[in-house]
């Protein structure tokens, strides 16, 4: 018996031995994920906490460093569930409820954030970060006078808390109170001088004011007090770019990318001041490199295409790798049934590299199982071309390969059937027609400084003009600089006799962007309308610029001009691409005599220039026929005059699967007339069940208390 009982004995001090080496190893697993979350190692933090949690399930304060890490991280899912679990072991802590309030925040569960923390005020009414989360609500609703109320009461109760002095300058400065914003600054300098954070936050603001030689000093007490400061070396590369010292950027930025390769704002800076020198080619190598480690960089992709397209030979081999990126998403979403989405692919695709045959033949499927025969035929015919170029014709029988001579029956076959076409009939080839109709100016205004892509507004508008290069109907003019503001687009779109004129602005942070355009009249200078488009997740940058597309052809009405004319039948330029159909209805307008409305969307046009109206009986897909009904007992109508649409059938008809997505869509008054695409419809951010994140709160967020 006492062996037995000596053997127990032995087994519990073990056991509680055991328990405590363990209890250990979750400690010093615990305090060395703090380690890493005070250095913004997230991830590494969050191995860490993890590891802790092996050793001991119920160790509350690592499951609550394990939810702020993910939370950190955007993971705001998992992060609420490690949360809940914190909450198991750790009962009645209102840092916990904080938490939570700040995560049902970024899951758009606004209306349950609120509840939390005015569930913690009730209890604790000078609890300071309740009123942190209940400003960043109000600054989600875009209520910034709330939110400066609320961090002004935080104040009150803690007179030099950090986070509420540098949020205050952030809002302050949004607000345009600058010299308020500047009082808090440097409140926040005097107590908390030895935090590089605040030196951050100081040169930010001072770079946005233009201020950048003190944002300069600034940055760099930042890194002089944490040299790891990944952030505070990309703003000072950044205020360095903005002051054209290019070579000190590039220093900075190799440093940064010694340090660890995979930071992707080193390479987009380095890239940006190799181009600003002149040394297209090596920022070209770079960006290549860069996008080699991160390939989904849309903005330095997009950049390095728009140099690709404008510098490079259309002959050069490395041509071929940049255009497959596109040509791999695009038989993706072929596969998917995205068939805007696919087409845009494969067109950025030809554009970088045209003689891939392979690409182009996909390409020309897709629009075939669309019923744009028309379009087919001259895609084939465009590899056919690049076929001739690789060999002699006379010896070209002997080295044809079974897909290039099934290509050249395919073609035999529709030229055929082309015999008979409404083309054939009038003696025109629709592809050499000229169809342009609108005249744009795309003009953008510069930021400061841009804490994730400088230049942005300069890609995102070379790359929106871009997008409209394969339109037949608009001429988009894209101005090379920056202007100074809507005085001087204006000026410039009404020199060049435009009709309209965009002035573009982008928003970015990590996870979001928008793309905002604001339309106005270059003949009367007046607003005709403004849209935004908020994207979150994969392709954010491309689905931004193909919305931007579709709405301003939406707003832009469908314009066409007389071919031809045999007594009342008439051929018009405008075909099923464009909407036309059996019975539509078109206005026939005196040449040269419609006018762009001086206020708001549409076209006007005097009584005594409306010639008479045709009513459309056939269609080809580029070309239409109808007959003419005149006004008045002159016949006034001649080959040249413009017609506009006037009556559209709403019944459904196989021609509405032809109409393109990049063809107008509007009727005199501007308003849609066309179908639209329901997998294209655009959506608004509530719609889609996002929150749009304002890029103010991805500032304040970040900010430690």
């Given amino acids: 018996m006492k062996s037995i009982r000596k053997c127990l004995s032995v087994l519990v001090f073990s056991l509680s031995v055991f328990a405590y080496s363990e209890s250990l190893s979750a400690l010093k697993l615990f305090e060395r994920g703090v380690q890493k979350q005070n250095l913004e190692d997230y991830y590494g933090a969050s191995e860490d906490f993890q590891q802790a949690l092996q050793a001991n399930k119920s160790y509350g304060e690592a499951w609550f460093h394990l939810s702020q890490v993910t939370y950190a991280i955007g993971d705001y899912t998992l992060a609420l569930t490690y949360l809940e679990e914190a909450d198991k072991y750790a009962k009645n802590r209102t840092d916990i409820q904080n938490l939570k309030g700040m995560i049902l925040i970024a899951l758009g569960r606004l209306d349950d954030a609120r509840k939390v923390f005015n569930e913690i005020l009730k209890k604790y009414p000078n609890d300071i970060d309740s009123r942190f989360g209940l400003a960043e609500l109000d600054l989600f609703t875009g209520s910034f006078i709330g939110a400066k109320n609320q961090y ?65 000093k600034r940055t760099r007490a930042a890194v002089q007090i944490n040299p790891e400061y990944t952030k505070a070396y990309v703003l000072l590369s950044s205020i360095l770019y903005a002051q054209k010292k290019y070579d000190d950027v590039i220093d900075m930025c190799d440093y940064l990318i010694s340090k660890k390769r995979s930071t992707n704002e080193a390479w987009y800076l380095k890239g940006l001041a190799q181009n600003r020198k002149g040394d297209w080619k090596a920022c070209v190598e770079t960006w290549n490199m860069a996008l080699a480690i991160n390939p989904y960089d849309e903005v330095m992709r997009s950049g390095l295409e728009l140099i690709i397209m404008k510098k ?60 744009l025969n028309e ?67 795309l003009y953008y205004t510069k930021s400061p400084v841009q804490l994730l892509h400088c230049d942005a507004e300069e890609i995102a508008a070379g790359m929106c003009a871009d997008i409209f290069s394969g339109i037949a109907s608009t001429s988009v003019a894209l101005e090379n600089r920056a202007v100074s503001g809507y005085g001087e687009a204006y000026r410039l779109a009404r020199k060049n006799n435009l009709d309209y004129f965009v002035i573009l602005n982008i928003d970015e942070t990590e996870r979001e962007i928008t793309l905002g355009a604001t339309v106005y009249s270059a003949r009367t200078g007046t607003e005709t309308t403004k849209f935004s488009s ?172």
């Fill in 534 to 705: 908020f994207r979150t997740g994969n392709d954010k940058f491309s689905s931004v610029l193909r919305a931007f597309r579709r709405d301003l052809l939406a707003m832009l009405p469908v314009r066409g001009k007389i071919l031809q004319r045999s007594v009342n039948d008439i051929l018009v330029d405008l075909g099923t691409v464009e909407g036309m159909k059996k019975d539509v209805v078109l206005d026939v307008i005196k040449a040269g005599k419609i006018t762009t409305s001086d206020k708001g969307l549409g076209v006007t046009y005097e009584e005594k220039n409306h010639l008479g109206t045709i009513k459309i009986n056939r269609s080809g897909e580029e070309i239409s026929q109808g007959t003419l009904e005149q006004n008045g007992f002159y016949d006034r109508v001649n080959v040249g005059d413009e017609v506009l649409v006037k009556f559209r059938p709403d019944e459904k008809s196989e021609e509405d699967a032809q109409i393109a997505d990049s063809s107008p869509a509007a009727g005199e008054n501007g308003k849609r007339i066309l179908p639209e695409d329901e997998k294209q419809k655009k959506l608004d951010a509530r719609e889609m069940g996002l929150v749009k994140t304002p890029a103010i709160i991805e500032l304040i967020r970040g900010l430690k208390n």
């Fill in 312 to 371: 490079l030979p259309v002959e050069d081999d490395r041509r071929a790798a940049w255009a497959d990126f596109h040509v791999q998403k695009a038989r993706e979403y072929t596969k998917s049934y995205f068939g805007e989405k696919a087409r845009y692919e494969y067109q950025r695709a030809l554009k970088i590299n045209p003689f891939d045959d392979a690409a182009r033949s996909e390409f020309a499927q897709l629009l075939g199982n669309t019923g």
């Fill in 152 to 216: 002004e009461d935080a104040l009150k109760r803690q007179g030099n808390n950090r986070k509420a002095l540098l949020s205050l300058a952030l809002i302050s400065s949004e607000l345009g109170n600058q010299d308020t914003a500047r009082k808090y600054i440097e409140q926040a300098l005097r107590y908390h001088s030895g935090e590089s954070e605040v030196h951050y936050l100081a040169a930010y603001l001072e770079a946005k004011r233009g201020n950048f030689a003190e944002a300069e």
């Fill in 375 to 441: 379009n087919y035929l001259n895609q084939l015919k465009f590899i056919k071309q690049n076929q001739e170029r690789a060999f002699d014709e006379s010896d070209e029988k002997a080295k044809l390969t079974p897909e290039q001579k099934k290509v050249n029956d395919t073609i035999e076959a529709y030229e055929s059937l082309m015999k008979y076409s409404l083309a054939a009939k009038w003696n025109v080839d629709p592809f050499y027609l000229d169809k342009t109709r609108w005249h744009i100016g």
